[in-house]
């Protein structure tokens, strides 16, 4: 399908091809449309900084063999593996009321991190990906719902792509900041939040990460594999390492707690789990090639491009193959290809102003008028339809 690749000249860093950029760009649309309906602000933060920030952060001394580093003006630098601290700056510029709170920042971040070469699979583990990252700032008394809007946000983004899943929730692992009693109440906290919605979940002991418990999301595609993809982790250690506040109703300084989340994991193995689980047959919002035209002869290539200008102009990604090819090696290529709707264009069509179609998942449909093709695949694209 020409998606992605991977060279040896960067192994576990892909690259993404035009089609594979639709799908992607697609995703992420959907995503910021999804996040700024539900009350967050997006932010971008830099690539790289300063190894102060990583020490008091804990990545240092907690995440540094999965760190690449840099030096700039003979002063060490990392390249960030983890968006949090950006976030975290970000909320720190300024003095917060408790009656702001909670601020919700999301981001979709490129991080790095130094993956074992053995490890590498495809988009599923690779050495450079972007988080669908966001991290939640509140009072203590919004954890629930917070975490609970959270697991919302979720579940309807999995059933979108009809992805079963299945909830763990991971407790205090032995390379941990803070102290038992601060973790004792972080797993309580979440504990709460998904009991208060009757969500199902099992324990995995050890298996935080190392500032804070959380509930990892395991999704289940087509075939049966699991894949780990949204997190909803509770931090009250940054916000101390980090000196955050907000000023509460009695004029003080207090302490927020944070929640650091990402609902598709990383947007490459996101795409990768679709990639598998639609067998390549993306739902048509997705599908790199909605429509593809194919001339019987010559004499109808006229009617494809005139037709291919009224697909483009209603807003559907159409691609014409006038090839001096034989029909049936044309259909085959774009089968192959998966490209959603496969249109012969034959005399009679160009005639009546028709279209003979194919649909990658359902098979023969007959012959349409151009509008009522027209309508059926706007239809399906506005409702996201499987």
């Not at 989340?261 to 599908?287: C, D, Q």
């Not at 709707?341 to 160009?350: K, Q």
């Not at 179609?357 to 239809?379: N, Q, W």
Request: with cysteine; aromatic share 10%; hydrophobic share 40%.
């Amino acid at each position: 399908m020409d998606l992605f690749m991977i060279c040896d000249e960067g192994p576990g860093f892909p690259f993404f091809m035009p089609k594979g950029m639709i799908i992607r760009n697609e995703l992420e649309t959907f995503w910021k449309e999804q996040h700024y309906v539900r009350g967050y602000d997006e932010i971008k933060t830099p690539l790289i900084l300063n190894e102060q920030l990583w020490r008091t952060s804990g990545h240092w001394d907690h995440y540094k063999d999965n760190m690449y580093f840099t030096e700039i003006d003979e002063e060490a630098y990392a390249v960030k593996p983890m968006n949090c601290p950006g976030s975290i700056l970000a909320y720190k510029r300024k003095l917060w009321s408790y009656k702001e709170l909670p601020v919700r920042y999301a981001e979709l971040g490129q991080v790095h991190r130094h993956e074992l070469s053995g490890t590498l699979h495809g988009l599923m583990r690779v050495r450079t990906f972007v988080q669908d990252d966001a991290h939640i700032f509140m009072l203590p008394e919004q954890t629930r719902d917070e975490v609970t809007k959270v697991i919302q946000l979720y579940d309807d983004l999995y059933k979108l792509f009809n992805l079963p899943y299945h909830i763990e929730l991971s407790t205090r692992p032995e390379n941990s900041m803070g102290t038992k009693e601060e973790w004792d109440t972080a797993e309580a906290a979440l504990k709460d939040a998904i009991e208060s919605i009757g969500a199902p979940y099992v324990i995995n002991e050890g298996d935080g990460a190392f500032y804070g418990p959380k509930l990892d999301f395991h999704l289940e595609d087509s075939i049966g594999r699991t894949w780990q993809c949204g997190t909803i982790q509770l931090d009250m250690q940054m916000p101390q390492n980090f000196d955050l506040t907000y000023i509460g109703p009695d004029g003080e300084k207090h302490r927020p707690l944070m929640i650091h989340r990402a609902a598709l994991g990383s947007v490459e193995r996101f795409i990768g789990i679709l990639i598998e689980h639609f067998a390549g047959k993306f739902p048509l919002w997705l599908a790199p090639v909605q429509v593809k035209l194919c001339t019987v002869t010559d004499a109808t290539v006229p009617y494809a491009e005139e037709l291919a200008a009224k697909i483009l102009e209603a807003g559907i990604r159409v691609e014409l193959d006038t090839r001096n090819e034989k029909i049936g090696y044309k259909i085959r290529a774009a089968r192959n290809e998966r490209d959603s709707y496969i249109c012969v264009l034959g005399e009679r069509e160009a005639e009546d102003n028709t279209v003979s179609v194919r649909s990658i998942k359902e098979g023969e449909l007959g012959t349409m008028p151009v509008d009522e093709f027209i309508a059926k695949l706007t239809e399906e694209i506005i409702t996201k339809a499987l």
